[in-house]
C-alpha cells in the first residue's frame, strides 16, 4: 500500500520567507508524487507532479519539489512567501491500478505580513 | 477552472434522506473519480469509474453508490444520510498522470 505524511498541520511564514512543506512517502513501487493546494472553499489545484523524470520539478507559482529517494520524501518549497499563498497544501501519491490518488493530512499555510 | 463541474455546490438535508450528487468530467476525459473531504477522514478516495465501468474501490460506504452514464457523466447517490456524512465531495477526472478535481459540493446533514 502506498500513503504519504505531511509533517506539520499548520506551517506560519513571513512574507518573504522561504516556505517548505514537508512529505514523506511509502511505496513499493516507484511512485508518482503530487502536490495540491486548496484555497478556501474551493477545489483542489494541481501545484507539480513526480513522474520518475527529474527529481527536482518545478510547478505553478513559483513552487518546486525534489523527490529524494534515499530519504523518501519529496518536501515543497518557495523560496519567498506571498501573501497569496496562504492556503492548505496537500501531498499526494498515485498507486494502483486505477491511479486513484492517496493524500496526506495536508498542511495550512499561514503567511504573516 | 479545471474544466470537471459539479452540481450542486451545496446541499442541505436531513438525516436519511437520500441525495444524489452530480459530475461532469473534463471534455474527453474517460474516468471519473470521487473523493470525499471531511474534518475527521480528510480526502479519501471513494469509487473510480472508467468508461462506465467501475474501477476501483476506496472507503467507500455500502449506504453509497455511483455509476458513470454513456455520455461519461457520474452520479454519486448517498443513502440514509448520517450526520457524519457531512462532508466537500469532489469529483476529478483523469488524464494520462494528472487528475483534475471539481470545486466540489459541500453536503450537510442536519
Not at chain 1, 33 to 40: A, G, I
Not at chain 2, 3 to 19: C, D, E, F, N, Y
Not at chain 2, 52 to 59: D, H, I, M, Q, T
Request: net charge neutral.
Amino acid at each position: 500500500a502506498q500513503s504519504v505524511t505531511q509533517l506539520g498541520s499548520h506551517v506560519s511564514v513571513s512574507e518573504g520567507a522561504l516556505v517548505l512543506l514537508r512529505c514523506n512517502y511509502s511505496s513499493s513501487v516507484p511512485p508518482y508524487l503530487f502536490w495540491y493546494v486548496q484555497y478556501p472553499n474551493q477545489g483542489l489545484q494541481l501545484l507539480l507532479k513526480y513522474t520518475s523524470a527529474a527529481t527536482l520539478v518545478k510547478g505553478i507559482n513559483g513552487f518546486e519539489a525534489e523527490f529524494k529517494k534515499s530519504e523518501t520524501s519529496f518536501h515543497l518549497t518557495k523560496p519567498s512567501a506571498h501573501m497569496s499563498d496562504a492556503a492548505e497544501y496537500f501531498c499526494a501519491v498515485s498507486g494502483g491500478s486505477a491511479r486513484q490518488l492517496t493524500f496526506g493530512s495536508g498542511t495550512q499555510l499561514t503567511v504573516l505580513p | 477552472d479545471s474544466g470537471v463541474t459539479q452540481t450542486p455546490k451545496h446541499l442541505i438535508t436531513a438525516t436519511g434522506q437520500r441525495v444524489t450528487l452530480r459530475c461532469s468530467p473534463r471534455s474527453g476525459d474517460l474516468s471519473v473519480y470521487w473523493y470525499q473531504q471531511s474534518l475527521d477522514q480528510g480526502l479519501q478516495f471513494l469509487i473510480q469509474y472508467y468508461n462506465g465501468e467501475e474501477r476501483a474501490k476506496g472507503n467507500i460506504l455500502e449506504r453509497f453508490s455511483a455509476q458513470q452514464f454513456p455520455d461519461l457523466h457520474s452520479e454519486l447517490n448517498l443513502s440514509s444520510l448520517e450526520l457524519g456524512d457531512s462532508a466537500l465531495y469532489f469529483c476529478a477526472s483523469s488524464a494520462g498522470d494528472r487528475t483534475f478535481f471539481g470545486p466540489g459540493t459541500r453536503l450537510t446533514v442536519l
